[in-house]
């Protein structure tokens, strides 16, 4: 079992960044990819970023592309999610997630989000 704990949400004015941290337990932390996802009112969850266990390749949303990063630090068991030159319509809540690394393609594990608000 993954325990995933979000963390860094919160309030930024557009234009802005903001630091994501995904904080992770009960497993090896290398044999999981992460990803990060967000969710508003209305709309499905949508896939932003997503890193491999050793961290060796990343993919991300065409939204995001160029403006968030997506890392890891293995020896911390913690993903993070560098958000920049935010814009109000990244507003959601932001979740985390795991799976097996080159075993699954399910997302199996999930934190239970933290908020995200830019304004305008």
């Known amino acids: 079992q993954v325990q995933l704990v979000e963390s860094g949400g919160g309030l930024v004015q557009a234009g802005g960044s903001l630091r994501l941290s995904c904080a992770a337990s009960?497993?090896?932390?290398?044999?999981?990819?992460m990803g990060w996802f967000r969710q508003t009112p209305g709309k499905e969850r949508e896939f932003i970023a997503s890193?491999?266990?050793?961290?060796?390749?990343?993919l991300y949303a065409n939204s995001v592309k160029g403006r968030f990063t997506i890392s890891r630090d293995n020896a911390k068991n913690i993903a993070y999610l560098q958000m920049n030159s935010l814009k109000p319509e990244d507003t959601a809540v932001y979740s985390c997630?795991?799976?097996?690394?080159?075993?699954?393609?399910?997302?199996?594990?999930w934190g239970q989000g933290t908020q995200v608000t830019v304004s305008s």
């Open positions: 890193i491999s266990g050793t961290g060796g390749s990343t």
């Open positions: 997630a795991a799976r097996i690394s080159g075993i699954t393609v399910s997302w199996r594990y």
């Open positions: 009960g497993r090896t932390f290398s044999n999981y990819a």
